[in-house]
């Protein structure tokens, strides 16, 4: 398991190869990559404020639930923090697993439970000033799928 | 205790984090002592359905009791991915 949390900027494609790289007998592999959006128009930067310590604990515990969960041979969360550009990557997930099913769904999972459940907050920064970004209630809805299914 | 603050609430606060001596037992109890000591507290807390807690950097709730607790963090929903 990788959990980094960074300011610094990253190539999904460099992190998918040495992702890949690092795996045996591992017959599906399944990326997720988050790309800034700039939703409103003139987006001069998003800036991501996070929770050291916590992050990296919350990250930790979700990936942790989705090798428990699935069967995975590994998993990657990389997230960033601080300012950054439309159309950069923000953050990526990354699941390897014998069979694509657990794969994607772990990826999935990994993803609905870090957008509510992981210490992050996005503000976008325009001309007219910084808005914090409302959390949205799909996002919330989207962990009760998971917890259906037991 | 350590009192930390994020995003929005730590604009409205007006500062990252401080050290606060409290009797509190409960979240909700340090929540009501703030918010009586000063505006910005009150209008930070205005709204508690609005604002998510950590206890000891775990998410919790403003019913955690505060017993033996070291870090107490605030901020909103969270908006990460």
Same mark, same amino acid.
């Given at each position: ?64 639930? +989705?090798?428990?969960?699935? !069967?995975?041979?590994? =998993? ?6 601080? @300012?950054?550009?439309? $159309? /950069? ?28 459940? +992981?210490?992050?907050?996005? !503000?976008?920064?325009? =001309? ?6 409302? @959390?949205?209630?799909? $996002? /919330? ?10 | ?81």
């Amino acid at each position: 398991m990788d959990i980094r949390v960074q300011s610094a900027a990253f190539d999904p494609g460099a992190e998918l190869n040495a992702f890949t790289a690092r795996q045996t007998g591992m017959g599906a592999i399944v990326t997720f990559s988050g790309i800034v959006r700039d939703v409103a128009g003139g987006l001069q930067a998003m800036e991501i404020e996070h929770y050291p310590g916590m992050t990296e604990a919350a990250l930790t515990e979700i990936a942790e639930t +989705a090798c428990t969960r699935w !069967k995975l041979g590994d =998993a990657l969360v990389l997230h960033r923090h601080g @300012a950054m550009k439309a $159309d /950069e990557p923000i953050m990526m997930v990354a699941t390897a697993a014998p069979h694509r099913a657990d794969a994607f769904a772990a990826a999935e999972f990994l993803m609905d439970y870090l957008k509510s459940r +992981a210490p992050f907050w996005k !503000k976008e920064v325009t =001309a007219a000033g910084g808005q914090w970004v409302d @959390a949205r209630e799909h $996002d /919330e809805d989207a962990l009760e799928r998971w917890t259906q299914r037991g | 205790m350590n009192v930390l603050y994020f995003a929005w609430l730590r604009e409205r606060i007006g500062q990252p984090s401080e050290e606060i001596d409290t009797e509190a037992t409960t979240v909700r109890e340090l929540v009501d002592e703030l918010s009586a000591r000063e505006d910005r507290y009150a209008a930070a807390f205005s709204d508690p359905a609005a604002i998510r807690v950590a206890v000891d950097q775990k998410l919790s709730d403003f019913d955690a009791p505060l017993s033996g607790v070291q870090e107490v963090a605030f901020f909103p929903p969270m908006t990460g991915g």
